[in-house]
């Protein structure tokens, strides 16, 4: 069973079928569909944070810390309770964002729950991974961890496996014309 609900179009449509955002007709109106709920789609918050716990054998209080909430409310996450979603939309996102990272980073770890924490737990830049996570910051907070983990070479370049050999004479990127 679907929903239609009708909201105003914008009426000026190119032949491609993109809507101007520059006028509007509040007279003609636009139907959606909304298809059935499915429940493969549902986020498993609660397998997160039992997630997290296995990367890297943090428990309810350290978890609490990174997400910016108390050890009671992870609890609560943990055995599904139904409010803890309507409460507190922004723990939750905090948590996807500190799942995502601490699950790439501990499969960049070898899987080794023990150096995902180390990685994690070292500070990069004068900040650790959990410090930037605590501040809601998990793309600086994957910087920091993958540092730890793979430190930069001393020249700061990259060197691939097999590098070109140099002979002192430069080589142009494009032939010129």
Known sequence: MTEALAIPRLADETTYG???PYRV????LLSIEFPEWNQDHV?????MVHDLERFTGWK???????IGTTHPTVRAIRRRESAVGSRTPSILKRLRDAHMVISRIHEIAGKNAQATAMALDSAGDGHSATWYLKEDQPE??????M???RPRQ???LLIGSRPAPH???RVAYRDEE
């Open 25 to 28: 007709d509040p007279f003609v």
């Open 167 to 169: 002979d002192g004479r």
């Open 154 to 156: 001393s020249s700061g």
């Open 18 to 20: 993109v809507l101007s």
């Open 43 to 47: 986020i498993d918050f609660a397998g």
């Open 147 to 149: 540092e730890a983990l």
């Open 140 to 145: 600086q907070a994957y910087l920091v961890a």
């Open 60 to 66: 309810d209080r350290s978890i609490a810390k990174v």
